[in-house]
């Protein structure tokens, strides 16, 4: 290489921030190409190969890894996939692109025995390779809380996280009810701790799977949760990484899980509509009052709304679904929409509703020391 050529991979593979590469690969273009036009395509090649948003889904202790296990299950293309855990046995068995055994002198490959300040206690043990492992635009952390790995170590991964300035969006399920008071608190001490270093939050109570049916088989009720937690990163990855017809950009869907004030909100729905008015009007929403999170869409103060469809998707379906969304969200709050064709759906529309704003109870709870809510059933 010579003195005036640069290493592409060196800066995209870097800790810096999407900003920081482009000030950087600017800085060299201009350098090296001082004759050239500056928005030149080999240019804006060059740029994009820098500002590809770099993103990781990191499952932590034994629930987290199942989801990431089921999500490499759906083979989904450019996701990178992080499993850690402190137990081997688990871990081994799981499947993941990358995993990460933390703890190894703490725990000695054996598990944290339910006690979370072991969980913390191995994370800390591996932050630096944790800090290596996170290098990420946007990191998304899924696990079940109440235990003693996700709970324990999900703070220390978050704040790794945060440290290689990434945006930290965060999946975690909520203990039964009749698990009894000593998971809730530690749950609940987990959370409180997790809040300091994430900026979107999205709490999934496990009572809320008994509203489906109470005969549910377990096995099933944890597939439906995994299946929530996949399809909504699954989405969030496609707004940030995907052109569409009507574009949403990876600033838009920044500013909407970025963290405002000390409790890190967050709303996501996804839904599928056949197409009729009123199917159209029912799962629009639906997009907005996910049965499994209980969210509350009066308190979203900005919305990302994404519309895929085949070819025949028309503008009155459209205008059908964003009119809905918008009536049923404050006036003041700000609402952007995309679309996306997406021929696979065939006769289907897909509705994603991304909103910042809504605090679950347990956020609330957990930040201001209060006990977490009774189960709400309905």
Do not use: W
């Not at 996804?270 to 009729?276: A, H, P, Q, R, V």
Request: net charge neutral; glycine share 8%; charged share 25%.
């Amino acid at each position: 290489m010579s003195d005036d050529e640069f290493d592409l991979n060196e800066i995209a593979n870097s800790r810096m921030s999407v900003r920081s590469r482009f000030n950087e690969i600017a800085r060299q273009n201009k350098v090296s190409h001082q004759n050239e036009n500056l928005d030149s395509d080999k240019y804006l090649s060059d740029l994009l190969k820098v500002l590809k948003i770099k993103s990781i889904v990191v499952g932590i202790g034994g629930a987290g890894n199942n989801t990431v296990s089921r999500m490499q299950d759906f083979r989904s293309e450019s996701v990178e996939t992080l499993n850690i855990n402190t137990d081997a046995h688990d871990l081994y068995y799981s499947n993941a692109n990358k995993k990460l055994l933390i703890g190894k002198e703490t725990c000695n490959g054996l598990g944290s025995g339910n006690d979370p300040e072991i969980g913390m206690s191995a994370a800390e043990e591996d932050s630096e390779r944790l800090a290596e492992a996170l290098n990420a635009d946007v990191v998304f952390l899924t696990y079940g809380l109440g235990g003693g790995t996700g709970t324990g170590a999900a703070p220390i991964i978050a704040r790794e996280a945060k440290k290689n300035k990434a945006t930290v969006v965060t999946f975690c399920s909520i203990p039964f009810s009749s698990e009894g008071t000593e998971r809730r608190i530690r749950a609940q001490n987990g959370l409180k701790e997790l809040v300091k270093n994430t900026d979107t939050l999205i709490t999934i109570p496990n009572d809320n799977l008994l509203k489906f049916n109470e005969k549910l088989p377990i096995l099933s009720g944890f597939k439906i949760m995994d299946e929530v937690l996949i399809r909504s990163i699954r989405e969030i990855l496609n707004l940030i990484n995907n052109c569409g017809l009507i574009n949403i950009d990876y600033a838009d869907v920044k500013r909407v899980l970025e963290k405002i004030g000390s409790y890190p909100s967050g709303l996501i729905g996804i839904t599928e509509s056949l197409g009729d008015e009123a199917d159209l009007i029912n799962k629009a929403r639906l997009a907005l009052n996910n049965p499994l999170l209980n969210p509350d869409p009066n308190k979203i103060d900005k919305c990302i709304v994404s519309v895929s469809g085949d070819h025949k998707l028309s503008l009155s379906k459209i205008d059908k679904i964003i009119s809905t969304i918008s009536n049923e969200i404050p006036k003041e709050a700000s609402l952007k929409f995309g679309t996306a064709l997406n021929p696979s759906l065939g006769s289907k529309i897909r509705i994603m509703a991304l909103g910042r704003g809504p605090i679950s109870p347990y956020v609330r709870a957990a930040v201001d020391n209060c006990d977490f809510p009774n189960a709400i059933m309905k």
